[in-house]
């Protein structure tokens, strides 16, 4: 039989295990689960990584607990500003869009940029516009409200400052609601495919029209077969500095080193050196998956081939 794989994540940072409780831990890892399925169904179906990875992605997207669509976190203004990434490794073709409102799942818009427009990264009133005329499903500003979140942004405007979703402040409502984030996919197929894609609210409080490094090609997501897909989350300036996404691909593909070996040196040595939180799910093309994070947590799930299904949140010295 053929091999397939599929790693997600659903945000780094840190969750003290004391604000989580075990009823949210629940609901977080059901979260994943119902992710990691949806496009494990599909690869385990013969279908292709870049459709297992939307897939994925549009469920953690749908799902208020994570900051990503429903539930994205709030920028200065008020608003939710949508950024997301697809690459397909097979061609290096890739889609992205940035500062979106409204567009029920981003990934997806992201992913028509990638095959239906002559362009790689759309954002704000002209990524809509677009959006619009591939009839992608909108959703009014309710749809996107979650209060926790608004919270969250008037306690992070109080103190002036901008905030990771997932770091490590509590929430105005002191629950763990506030410690999660960006979400993102990495897939093989059994045609030995690989793909990658990232979709989030970015950072709470965010102002002047910032992106993050989760639209950025190269940063935030990156995929080529000949060395590995890659999603990240965490704090996205440092990992736009660090290009941290091709940097792994880059040390496979000039270096020889091992999927493991890549994601160590960059996510443990380069990114700590300038102080930068986070984490990624990385996959190859011969089914290796690494889901390294600096960070005191990361939502994350995986499977292999069918196998055994693999959830976790903290540190697991078997897994990370
Ligand atoms: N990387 C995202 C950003 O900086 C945030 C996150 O991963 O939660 O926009």
Request: glycine letters at 12%.
């Amino acid at each position: 039989m053929k091999q397939f794989a599929i790693a997600i994540h659903g945000g780094a940072g840190a969750i003290p295990r004391s604000v989580m409780g075990a009823e949210n831990e629940k609901n977080y890892k059901k979260g994943l689960e119902e992710a990691l399925l949806a496009g494990d169904t599909i690869l385990s179906a013969g279908g292709n990584a870049l459709d297992a990875v939307e897939a994925a992605v549009n469920k953690l997207e749908d799902n208020p607990l994570f900051n990503a669509g429903r539930g994205a976190v709030f920028t200065n203004g008020g608003t939710n500003e949508l950024d997301a990434s697809i690459m397909d490794g097979k061609n290096l073709m890739a889609g992205a869009v940035t500062g979106i409102k409204n567009v029920k799942n981003p990934v997806s818009l992201a992913r028509v940029v990638m095959e239906k427009s002559e362009h790689v990264f759309l954002s704000g009133a002209g990524a809509m516009e677009f959006a619009k005329k591939m009839n992608l499903e909108f959703a009014p500003d309710e749809y996107f409200f979650v209060q926790d979140r608004y919270d969250q942004l008037l306690q992070a405007r109080e103190s002036d400052q901008v905030v990771l979703d997932h770091g490590n402040t509590r929430g105005a409502t002191g629950t763990p609601n506030s410690k999660k984030g960006t979400v993102g996919a990495v897939a093989l197929d059994v045609f030995g495919n690989i793909a990658a894609a990232t979709s989030t609210g970015g950072m709470t409080n965010k102002k002047f029209g910032r992106v993050g490094d989760s639209p950025i090609i190269g940063a935030g997501t990156y995929a080529n077969n000949n060395t590995c897909a890659i999603s990240c989350t965490g704090h996205g300036e440092f990992f736009i500095r660090s290009v941290v996404a091709y940097d792994i691909s880059c040390l496979m593909e000039y270096k020889g080193l091992s999927l493991k070996e890549a994601c160590d040196i960059v996510v443990y040595q380069k990114l700590v050196k300038i102080g930068g939180e986070g984490g990624l799910v990385a996959i190859d093309a011969k089914g290796n998956i690494e889901m390294p994070f600096n960070s005191e947590g990361m939502y994350r799930a995986m499977r292999k081939s069918g196998g055994e299904i693999y959830l976790g949140i903290y540190k697991d010295p078997a897994h990370s």
